[in-house]
Every structure is written in C-alpha cells, then in structure tokens.
C-alpha cells in the first residue's frame, strides 16, 4: 500500500507557482520521499527526491517538515506543460535490501491559462 | 541516450492470443522494472530485476504472465492467453543501483485485447 496521501485534483493559474502538498505520515527515518510526474501518454518522469533537507533543482522545490510527516512540491513558475499527474512516493526497502518506489493515486494538477 | 525503447507502442490482439512486449532499458542501468497501469487500479508494479536475475515477481497476476530477461539490454513481458481484462499501458523503467535511484520509463505499450 502506498504511503502517501495527496489531493486527488488542483488548479493553478498559469505563471504563478504550484504548490502541491503530500502527507507521509508513517515514513521512516531512512525512507526517501520522491516526486514524479506523468503527462498524458507518457511515461512518468522523475522530478526531484529528498530525505530531510529541502531540495530544488531546475524543474522544482521540494519542502519537507522538520517532522518529516508531510511534504510540499513547489513549481515556481507554472506552465500549461506543467499540467499532469503528480505522484508523491515514499521509497521503501525491497526484497533484494534495494530500494522500490510504492505508487498512490497522485494529484492531478491543471495549469489554467 | 535514446531512453528506454519500448515496443511496440500500440498492440490490439484478439482474446486468447499469445503477446509479447519488448523493453530496452538505458545501458548501464542494472535494474529493469515492467509496470501496468489502468484507470481503476493505477500504477502497479509487475516484475523487477536486478542484473538480469528476477528479484520480485510477486505482483504477477497470474501464471499466464512472464517475464524475462536474457541479456542486460533487453527483457520480453508476455502473455498467453490473453483476455481482456488484460487490458492496460504496460510501462519499462530502469535504473542504476548507485546512490541516485531515479527511475527512467518507457513510452509505454497500450494493450487492448478485444
């Protein structure tokens, strides 16, 4: 079962920034939390991951509570591409001692003009 | 880098027909993933490898599912017979096993059995 919690839809207006929240509640100390997206038809697209600290690369931000239980993806700058499914995951331990993404259901966000 | 290669990207088969889809994953990646999606059930992880070795098949439907991957550059997922709740976008992923675990996927294969 997946870890994670999100809101099953979001609008945002085109130009401003997307924040997309995601609640964790159950993650352990060493588990990652990661972000992807998937635009319709494609495949799902990595976007950014972190364990403690905030993260931001050149796609995204990501914010994590200092309690860890939830956590906030920030697109700074939306733009109608930037309309997909998001999926917020906890990276859980596997059975060969590696690491495998569990998917929830995910957001869909929709950039408005 | 051309990506994880799929094919093929569109396959519509008859109920009761053998099907088998192709995955190319990055080369390097030691890790090659077989995914399905649906509208109902979402993202469901099928079979996983590491090296080429079968790891975690538990989320095989069924036994008329397999899976396999006889060289690091390419895997087959095949169905015999198939049905139509087989219905889905199967989905290849790989990665590598250092310490960035992003996964890169595939196109997709969308199976439609009639």
């Known amino acids: 079962d997946a870890k994670t919690t999100q809101p099953t839809s979001m609008d945002c207006a085109e130009g401003r920034a997307a924040n997309l929240p995601c609640n964790h509640s159950t993650i352990s100390g060493n588990e990652y939390v990661y972000w992807y997206r998937q635009i319709h038809s494609q495949g799902p697209q990595y976007i950014i991951h972190g364990l403690k600290n905030n993260e931001t690369n050149e796609m995204a931000s990501l914010i994590i509570t200092e309690d860890r239980k939830s956590s906030t993806l920030i697109l700074p700058h939306a733009t109608l591409r930037d309309t997909a499914v998001y999926y917020c995951i906890v990276r859980v331990l596997g059975r060969d001692s590696n690491y495998q993404l569990i998917w929830g259901a995910g957001t869909k966000l929709i950039i408005k003009p | 880098d051309a990506g994880v290669i799929q094919s093929p990207r569109h396959e519509v088969t008859e109920m009761g027909q053998e099907v088998t889809l192709r995955c190319k994953p990055i080369?390097?990646?030691?890790?090659l993933f077989w995914y399905r999606q649906t509208m109902m059930r979402g993202l469901e992880l099928l079979i996983y490898f590491n090296n080429n070795v079968p790891i975690d098949d538990s989320g095989m439907p069924e036994d008329r599912f397999s899976a396999k991957m006889p060289n690091a550059s390419f895997s087959t997922l095949k169905i015999q017979p198939s049905e139509p709740r087989d219905s889905a976008v199967y989905f290849c992923?790989?990665?590598?096993?250092?310490?960035?675990?992003?996964?890169?996927f595939g196109s997709g294969t969308r199976l439609t059995v009639v």
């Open positions: 080369s390097g990646h030691d890790y």
């Open positions: 992923a790989s990665r590598t096993g250092g310490r960035y675990y992003g996964y890169t």
